[in-house]
């Protein structure tokens, strides 16, 4: 018998992080969605939220999954890579890219992946989908506890405290990025817009080192923060500003005159594209207030896009956090 996994439920930005009667919470992870499934013949598929075939990419989980599953079963979770102290999404993107052989195999010896299983959707060729959330998250326990599952794969807290989900939102430092919401009645509903997220958000300063658009009227503003050599190191990029921002900006911005530290230096669109912008260096001395979430790259740049907070007048752009800090 063949089966196919659920489309991955999408996601509903909430406003506060106060965990909802009747729900239960669960650590949002920086990593990549993904739904593994271990079928009755053998063949095991691990598949992202977008439906692209992973298997081959991660084989220490595929290899896993043919060990420790049970036949016709599938588990819905994030994969992770740890570095040191923290979740390396930066790895996880690198894994990807090698896809097959030798390469993927060198790969989960350097980087190995976990897989932090927050569902169960088929177990042991019974569709679970139609079952409510707190009856397959109880069906999921017993199957870590009972068969038992050990590395890679790991069974992602849910609670229904309010105090320990507020709690798991001190470890954004090591790649924490939310709340996930579930309602305790809820089917798994493929498509749907099920859960509620919240998403760690701070505010923090940055160097405005150059624009989209003219210093006059500028769209987006493309931000920077000093190393500890000295060099002005990007570090994210706005999204399009309101024309109250823009007004504020174009009497604080002032064009580049002589040599620029982004002088030559190119800059894509970022967030999954990669054209070219058509950018205006300005002189690096306005310090903003943003507010990012706490996803990062390996060196340190904002993944995510920025909003600007206000204008910082009265900060110098020594004041602000190192480029790379966690601040």
């Known amino acids: 018998m063949t089966w196919t996994l659920p489309d991955p439920m999408l996601t509903t930005p909430v406003a506060s992080p106060d965990l909802p009667p009747g729900a239960a919470g669960e650590p949002k992870w920086d ?14 598929l691990l598949r992202s939220r977008h439906g692209t075939d992973m298997t081959a990419a991660f084989p220490e989980i595929a290899d896993a999954a043919l060990a420790q599953l049970p036949g016709d079963t599938g588990l819905d979770g994030e994969l992770v890579v740890w570095e040191g102290e923290r979740l390396a999404f930066e790895r996880l993107q690198q894994r990807l890219a090698r896809r097959r052989g030798a390469g993927a195999l060198a790969a989960a010896r350097a980087w190995p992946a976990h897989l932090v ?42 609670t229904t405290d ?26 798994y509903r493929a498509g749907a817009r ?12 940055a160097i405005v080192g150059a624009v989209t658009g003219t210093p006059a009227a500028p769209r987006t503003l493309l931000l920077g923060r000093y190393d500890d050599t000295g060099r002005l190191r990007y570090t994210g990029r706005t999204v399009a500003l309101a024309r109250t921002a823009t007004a504020a900006l174009a009497d604080a911005l002032a064009p ?6 982004w002088a030559g230096r190119t800059f894509t669109a970022g967030w999954g594209s990669r054209d070219v912008l058509e950018v205006r260096l300005v002189d ?43 601040g």
């Open 162 to 187: 309010p105090a320990t989900a507020r709690d798991w939102l001190t470890w954004a430092s090591v790649g924490l990025e939310g709340l996930c919401f579930k309602r305790l009645t809820e089917p």
């Open 284 to 326: 690096p001395q306005l310090v903003v207030e943003v507010a990012v979430d706490v996803a990062r790259d390996g060196v340190g740049r904002w993944r995510h896009p920025v909003r600007l907070h206000r204008v910082r007048a009265e900060m110098h752009p020594m004041q602000v956090p190192e480029f790379g800090g966690r």
């Open 31 to 44: 990593g990549y969605r993904a739904q593994l499934a271990r079928y009755a013949d053998g063949r095991v």
């Open 194 to 205: 099920a859960w509620g997220k919240y998403k760690i958000r701070v505010t923090t300063e």
């Open 256 to 261: 580049a005159v002589g040599e620029h530290p």
């Open 117 to 158: 299983v927050f569902d169960v959707v088929r177990l042991e060729g019974a569709d679970l989908t139609s079952w409510p959330f707190a009856r397959r998250r109880a069906a999921l326990e017993t199957l870590f506890a009972d068969t038992p599952l050990a590395a890679p794969f790991t069974l992602c807290p849910s």
